[in-house]
């Protein structure tokens, strides 16, 4: 039973081993996505070797009442699954501030700034013909509090980036 076992994580490691992808050494697009508020994000990501990048987000949100700024910086480990398809995970953090200004019945102002931890779970397909990739992915996110009072979110996101 033993040898089965060794022989099992011998070939699962074999496997993720033998797997080739290219990580691009650079990429800039936008990820799109919606937690407390905040939308889209301007996404840079910049290849460290080829299963290791950094990726720096920074978001925005313009509406009504709610001005927000969210600057995210995440390490993340990229696998092959087949041909042009990766999935990956990471790690990371960031700051936000936002602004809530309400001038209707019941007058409401409040601001604040917030730092927090980012998990990064997804899927992206990276086309051969042309220098983009598309991904889908999940950031977990727990903090200092948000301004709906919240400390946990999970934003959720489609991103393009173009590869240079």
Do not use: C
Request: charged letters at 25%; a negative charge; hydrophobic letters at 40%.
């Amino acid at each position: 039973m033993k040898k089965i076992i060794l022989s099992a994580f011998m070939l699962l490691g074999i496997a993720f081993s033998a797997q080739s992808q290219e990580i691009s050494k650079h990429a800039l697009g936008l990820r799109l996505g919606d937690n407390n508020g905040f939308g889209g994000e301007i996404s840079y990501q910049l290849g460290l070797s080829q299963k290791n990048r950094l990726e720096f987000d920074l978001g925005w949100r313009d509406h009504r009442y709610v001005d927000a700024i969210k600057g995210v910086a995440l390490y993340q480990w990229v696998w092959n699954i087949e041909g042009g398809f990766n999935w990956y995970a990471g790690v990371g953090g960031g700051i936000a501030a936002w602004d809530y200004d309400y001038d209707g019945p019941g007058d409401y102002d409040d601001s604040g700034t917030y730092v927090f931890a980012a998990g990064d779970i997804g899927i992206e397909y990276r086309f051969k013909e042309i220098p983009l990739t598309l991904s889908f992915d999940a950031r977990p996110e727990i903090g200092s509090g948000y301004y709906d009072d919240d400390n946990f979110g999970v934003d959720v996101g489609l991103g393009a980036r173009f590869r240079f």
